[in-house]
């Protein structure tokens, strides 16, 4: 898996470049870049997904006959009650995940798509006139 060739080259980039150790690895450097940048997120959420499964596995063993619904419902109740431990997967704003960005643009029909793409042409050309010389877009 890569996971553990990135760990491998993590833990040996003190004694030897890492240019040698990603082609030993046989993985890209940027994507170990990558990985080490992400590895924050990764624990933030680990983090986070081992507080919701305490709280599952006691609301479970206080309440042995609740399916996830009712879990579901209890751990909104005990969120609302100020323990701040509700899923956030996929909510992230853009301020905590940066590889996160705005949803895509839907149109209602292929005129307003062509509509919104002209204006979009007309502010390049006006931010960057100098893009792409005298022949513009």
């Known amino acids: 898996m890569k996971a553990a060739r990135f ?62 619904p009712r879990i579901t419902v209890a751990l909104k109740k005990e969120d609302r009650e100020g323990k701040s431990f509700d899923d956030q997967r996929g909510k992230d704003t853009k301020s905590d995940n940066p590889f996160i960005g705005r949803p895509k643009t839907t149109f209602k029909s292929v005129e307003e798509e062509r509509d919104y793409l002209k204006a979009q042409v007309e502010y390049l050309k006006k931010r960057y006139p100098n893009l792409h010389g005298e022949d513009g877009f």
């Open 7 to 68: 760990e491998a080259v993590h833990e040996l980039k003190d004694r030897y470049p890492i240019t040698w150790l990603v082609c030993i690895a046989k993985v890209s450097r940027s994507g170990y870049y990558k990985w080490r940048k992400a590895q924050r997120f990764r624990m933030a959420r680990q983090q986070r997904d081992q507080i919701i499964k305490e709280h599952i596995m006691a609301i479970h063993h206080s309440r042995p006959f609740y399916g996830y």
